[in-house]
Nanobody, 119 residues
Framework: QVQLVESGGGLGQPGGSLRLSCAAS????????MGWYRQAPGKQRELVAS???????YYADSVKGRFTISTDNAKNTVYLQMNSLKPEDTAVYYC?????????????WGQGTQVTVSS
């Protein structure tokens, strides 16, 4: 059974920092592309940052230079370090694991963790 468990959300101040963690089980972590998505009220879910199994990273323009995605394969965990927080970063953040095996696509999601940026 695949599980992605996020933690680290909460209340952050503008200009402050938070770090999200996503612990994965039931998958071969190093073979998956890992990503962080977010969904704000009334908006579509959007990709924030991702890292491929080969180590290539992607960042949305809105977070480039402020957020950093990283992985610890020994702990089967992906992190999102969020610095210089802005109120518009307020959203539910979801962890995603994506892979393609034998021409079949697999997508797994965590339950989400709320991030609120406010003074």
């Amino acid at each position: 059974q695949v599980q992605l468990v996020e933690s680290g959300g909460g209340l952050g101040q503008p200009g402050g920092s938070l770090r999200l963690s996503c612990a994965a089980s039931g998958i071969i972590f190093r073979l998956n592309d890992m990503g962080w998505y977010r969904q704000a009220p009334g908006k579509q879910r959007e990709l924030v940052a991702s890292v491929t199994s080969g180590g290539n990273t992607y960042y949305a323009d809105s977070v480039k230079g402020r957020f950093t995605i990283s992985t610890d394969n020994a702990k089967n965990t992906v992190y999102l370090q969020m610095n210089s927080l802005k109120p518009e970063d307020t959203a539910v953040y979801y962890c995603n694991a994506h892979s393609v095996r034998f021409y079949r696509e697999y997508n797994y999601w965590g339950q989400g963790t709320q991030v609120t940026v406010s003074s």
